[in-house]
T-cell receptor, first 112, second 112 residues
Framework: AQSVTQPDIHITVSEGASLELRCNYSYGATPYLFWYVQSPGQGLQLLLKYFSGDTLVQGIKGFEAEFKRSQSSFNLRKPSVHWSDAAEYYCAVGAGGGKLIFGQGTELSVKP | DAGVIQSPRHEVTEMGQEVTLRCKPISGHDYLFWYRQTMMRGLELLIYFNNNVPIDDSGMPEDRFSAKMPNASFSTLKIQPSEPRDSAVYFC??????????FGSGTRLTVV
């Protein structure tokens, strides 16, 4: 069965530091992979997605993610974090028929 | 584009009462999803529709939950009777084609 694991429940980084949020997936075929961000009291916003092709995917707000098939990973990165990036981040895998399976989320805190 | 519109934003109801949550998807989107978000269980897919037809309702927790999509521009999620454990944030999302959900802002339901 398809699944997504985000190993880090909570991460704190200093403003201006680099960020990497981990995501591991389980899926039998070539996965469709996504990262979403959720600010408090808001819905989820799509940051980026991977369907095929170049394994390094650029998204909005300066985020990028790299698909590594050998590691079943799709980690999210940002070279320099801003205080406004503090939010909950969700990795998701397409499970067929339009469904998405979400990880448990990683809460990002940013220190001034 | 107004996005996915959910109403109400907040709902407080007494145990045993009927609750109806509403969703207006983005025009032209052919998939509609209902998710529930709680601290304990994260994001759970409850049910989804394709072209107004329910495709998978295996995530609906109990018979107390029901969902309808009478036309392409409107869907409801109903809980009858409501219980305190139904307290959660309920999200509606829509997409066209395979993936790339747009989420609504959610309805925060509190059952007392």
């Amino acid at each position: 069965a398809q699944s997504v694991t985000q190993p880090d429940i909570h991460i704190t980084v200093s403003e201006g530091a680099s960020l990497e949020l981990r995501c591991n997936y389980s899926y039998g075929a070539t996965p469709y992979l996504f990262w979403y961000v959720q600010s408090p009291g808001q819905g989820l916003q799509l940051l980026l997605k991977y369907f095929s092709g170049d394994t390094l995917v650029q998204g909005i707000k300066g985020f990028e993610a790299e698909f590594k098939r050998s590691q079943s990973s799709f980690n999210l990165r940002k070279p320099s974090v801003h205080w406004s990036d503090a939010a909950e981040y969700y990795c998701a895998v397409g499970a067929g028929g339009g469904k998405l399976i979400f990880g448990q989320g990683t809460e990002l805190s940013v220190k001034p | 584009d107004a996005g996915v519109i959910q109403s109400p934003r907040h709902e407080v109801t007494e145990m045993g009462q009927e609750v109806t949550l509403r969703c207006k998807p983005i025009s032209g989107h052919d998939y509609l999803f209902w998710y529930r978000q709680t601290m304990m269980r994260g994001l759970e897919l409850l049910i989804y529709f394709n072209n107004n037809v329910p495709i998978d309702d295996s995530g609906m927790p109990e018979d107390r939950f029901s969902a309808k999509m009478p036309n392409a521009s409107f869907s409801t999620l109903k809980i009858q009777p409501s219980e305190p454990r139904d307290s959660a944030v309920y999200f509606c999302a829509s997409t066209v084609g395979t993936f790339g959900y747009t989420f609504g802002s959610g309805t925060r339901l509190t059952v007392v």
